[in-house]
Nanobody, 123 residues
């Protein structure tokens, strides 16, 4: 499976962004999809994950109520709607896919990764 993330950019605090991740290749399997992020000098952390049919969701505490993960299986695309962005949300955001849904998400358990997209939130 190949993953291509897009939608990052430079915004001001309080603004919104929507990230997209398009999957290609072996998309016929029921993958869990997730978003992770890594800020400079920090470890990669999970942001949100969604199971194959959208019925199971996970959000990091830091983004609950502000971010929404969704997916359109017909388009093989997963989205991350980010509202009320804060400077601490600044990071490279990565899309990933896994064969299983776990709570909390384990980046070591994600089977496929896309290249990141930079999100920068200015104060």
């Amino acid at each position: 499976v190949q993953l291509q993330a897009s939608g990052g950019g430079l915004v001001q605090a309080g603004d919104s962004l929507r990230l997209s991740c398009a999957a290609s290749g072996r998309t016929d399997r029921p993958y869990t999809m997730g978003w992770f992020r890594q800020a400079p000098a920090k470890e990669r952390e999970s942001v949100a994950t969604i199971n194959w049919n959208g019925e199971r969701l996970y959000y990091a505490t830091s983004v609950k109520g502000r971010f929404t993960i969704s997916r359109d299986n017909a388009k093989n695309t997963v989205y991350l709607q980010m509202n009320s962005l804060k400077p601490e949300d600044t990071a490279v955001y990565y899309c990933a896919a896994a064969h299983y849904f776990t709570i909390p998400p384990d980046s070591n358990g994600m089977n496929y990764w896309g290249k990141g997209t930079q999100v920068t939130v200015s104060s």
